[in-house]
Nanobody, 124 residues
């Protein structure tokens, strides 16, 4: 059974940092892409970052480039999202997700497995 479990969310002031973790089980990160999405109240779920296992590349949304860093520890089957210089507009529930593919795919509907989400709140 595939499981994704996020942790590390919380409340932080603008300009601060948080590190999210996503522990995967039931599959190996060596074989599948894995992504972070977020959803703010009243807004659509949007892709934040993704690591493709097929080519080892990491992709970022324009809104987080230069502030967020996604990394993977394949020995622990865990991915991380280091979030720096946080802004109030980063406030959202952050989800870890994986497609049934080794490359990053566009759109949340292309992802088959989801974690339960972790709340990130950035105060101004």
């Amino acid at each position: 059974e595939v499981q994704l479990v996020e942790s590390g969310g919380g409340l932080v002031q603008a300009g601060g940092s948080l590190r999210l973790s996503c522990a995967a089980s039931g599959f190996t990160l060596d074989d599948y892409a894995i992504a972070w999405f977020r959803q703010a109240p009243g807004k659509e779920r949007e892709g934040v970052s993704c690591i493709s296992s097929s080519d080892g590349k990491t992709y970022y949304a324009d809104s987080v480039k230069g502030r967020f860093t996604m990394s993977s520890d394949n020995a622990k089957n865990t991915v991380y999202l280091q979030m720096n210089s946080l802004k109030p507009e980063d406030t959202a529930v952050y989800y870890c997700a994986a497609p049934d593919a080794s490359r990053c795919l566009n759109g949340s509907t292309s992802y088959d497995y989801w974690g339960q989400g972790t709340q990130v709140t950035v105060s101004s």
